[in-house]
């Protein structure tokens, strides 16, 4: 499945880069979403955007800044990483963002290590 | 904040028995989604649960969702090799006005030994 895609696939930094992830989605979605994956824990949601306004901000300490310029692309700035930041940062996007649930179709996702 | 429980972390089967996970809900839910995650790769959506005691199949998989809505399980039936990998359930709490906060279990992995 090629709807949404991420780059890049893998991504070493230092604690002082600053670094930005990729998203694009190709299914005329209206909502998309930033998720972080670590080893042993449940997807954690960071950030939701529905036609290019954030609708929903988790608690995401600063370090990461999302940009939703369009509802076809989606960037997560990254800047100041601790090592705890190393994950899989996952892109997902759906047709609406409501609670009622449109299923989300997810990218390949980001290997991120900091080091 | 709403937690999903998914039990059980790890299962290991011999190709040809059946498997199940289960994912349980303190909160009512308004709907619960399945995802699988193969090794290296990214969640893929299954299917989604909305009515009280539904239940949906997809060939050798149930999916059904507790007639309280707070609980819900994946059955796979007859095991295969490309069974293999993580299941996920996520949910929407019901009355919650989070948009586009589904909340997912921790997930099981499945491993399948021919």
């Known amino acids: 499945e090629t709807g949404v895609t991420q780059t890049p696939r893998h991504l070493v930094m230092g604690m002082t880069n600053k670094k930005s992830l990729k998203c694009e989605q190709h299914l005329g979605h209206n909502a998309m979403y930033w998720y972080k994956q670590s080893a042993k824990k449940p997807l954690e949601l960071m950030f939701v955007?529905?036609?290019?306004?954030?609708?929903e901000n988790n608690s995401v300490p600063s370090r990461f800044s999302p940009e939703c310029p369009n509802s076809s692309h989606l960037f997560l700035h990254l800047h100041t990483l601790q090592p705890e930041d190393s994950a899989l940062y996952l892109c997902a996007s759906s047709q609406e963002v409501t609670p009622a649930g449109s299923p989300l179709h997810f990218g390949n996702g980001t290997r991120l290590t900091v080091t | 904040g709403q937690q999903v429980m998914q039990i059980p972390q790890y299962q290991h089967v011999q190709e040809g028995e059946d498997f199940t996970t289960y994912c349980n809900s303190s909160?009512?839910?308004?709907?619960i989604q399945w995802y699988k995650q193969r090794p290296g790769g990214h969640p893929v959506f299954l299917i989604q649960?909305?009515?009280?005691?539904e239940v949906k199949k997809q060939k050798r998989l149930t999916f059904q969702f507790g007639e309280a809505k707070k609980n819900s399980s994946l059955h796979i039936t007859a095991t295969q090799t490309t069974d293999v990998g993580t299941y996920f359930c996520a949910a929407f709490n019901a009355g919650g006005t989070s948009y586009g906060k589904l909340t997912f279990g921790q997930g099981t992995i499945l491993t399948v030994h021919p």
């Open positions: 909160t009512t839910l308004s709907n």
């Open positions: 955007y529905s036609l290019e306004e954030r609708v």
């Open positions: 649960l909305v009515k009280s005691g």
